[in-house]
């Protein structure tokens, strides 16, 4: 099994979502969070005072997939999430072990 996280911007979390479910993976954790890579955020001028802001709005997308699907879904999501200009995101992949549903104690794939 693959965990997927992707930090994509706010808007694109529908268009994400959609393209997921097209290739069958529609449950998923989302969060919202702060931060920046190669943005550096950006100044803003409020009440005549220019200020920087350090830490953008970003979405982090959290699904856990079996091994043979997780390339399509990593391919679904930058897809979805490119708009082709800085702070698009970033997308992990990492390996589990182990899922467990705590309902009925499925474990591994049938857990998911």
Avoid: W
């Amino acid at each position: 099994m693959k965990k997927i996280e992707a930090v994509i911007k706010p808007f694109k979390l529908e268009e994400v979502k959609d393209a997921l479910a097209e290739v069958g993976i529609e449950g998923m954790t989302v969060t919202e969070v702060k931060g920046f890579g190669r943005q550096k955020g950006h100044t803003e001028i409020y009440r005549g005072s220019e200020y920087t802001v350090d830490f953008l709005p970003k979405i982090k997308l959290e699904v856990v997939v079996a091994d043979e699907a997780a390339e399509g879904a990593v391919k679904s999501i930058t897809t979805a999430a490119n708009t082709g200009k800085i702070g698009d995101g970033k997308v992990f992949v990492s390996s589990i072990d182990e899922a467990i549903r705590i309902r009925t104690d499925e474990t591994g794939n049938e857990a998911l």
